[in-house]
């Protein structure tokens, strides 16, 4: 069975650029091969002969009402689903509430997470670093999901554990 790694984060952070920049080929059979609910995107992945299956979600922000309710609990059932969350978090904004939110729920749950701290290319990562490790979800990686930056070593430590 293939790990499967989902992407987290309120609206706009940049789940769905990383997503983009990691799989290269867009698998509709990805779900049902891996016993995973179709109805999300996945796609399959591979990093230096690795392979793995990434999940995009929709965004969580904690306030949804209505069509966003729905995705925010689509959001969770996918986190659910995952051996590992990737938390993004854009270092443009900082720590936000619905960061403090959507860590505490992946505490709850027990979840296997990272931090990873987006937009790098516009912020020192050093100061990226240090704001969001106040969520003491483990280690805060930097990373530009736009530019490519520190999408190695996220991978790394990613899939190190599998
Ligand atoms: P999502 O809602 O979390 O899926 O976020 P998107 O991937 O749709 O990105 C939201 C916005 O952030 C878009 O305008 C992206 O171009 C921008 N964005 C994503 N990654 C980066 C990054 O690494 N650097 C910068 N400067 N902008 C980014
Ligand atoms: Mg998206």
Request: overall charge neutral; glycine content about 10%; some cysteine.
């Amino acid at each position: 069975m293939l790990p499967v790694i989902a992407l987290v984060g309120r609206p706009n952070v940049g789940k769905s650029t990383l997503f983009n920049r990691l799989s290269k080929t867009r698998n509709a059979l990805v779900a049902e091969h891996a016993g995973l609910t179709r109805d999300r995107q996945y796609a399959e992945a591979k990093w230096q002969g690795r392979r793995y299956i990434l999940i995009d979600t929709g965004g969580i922000s904690g306030e949804e009402v209505g069509i966003d309710a729905k995705m925010a609990e689509q959001s969770w059932l996918a986190i659910d689903e995952a051996d590992l969350v990737l938390l993004l978090l854009d270092s443009r904004d900082g720590l936000t509430a619905a960061d403090q939110m959507l860590a505490d729920g992946l505490r709850k749950r027990g979840k296997r997470c990272l931090l990873v701290a987006n937009k790098i290319d516009s912020v020192n990562p050093d100061i990226a670093r240090a704001e969001f490790s106040a969520l003491s979800l483990g280690e805060v990686l930097p990373i530009s999901a736009a530019h490519g930056r520190g999408i190695a070593a996220l991978l790394e430590i990613a899939l190190a554990g599998f």
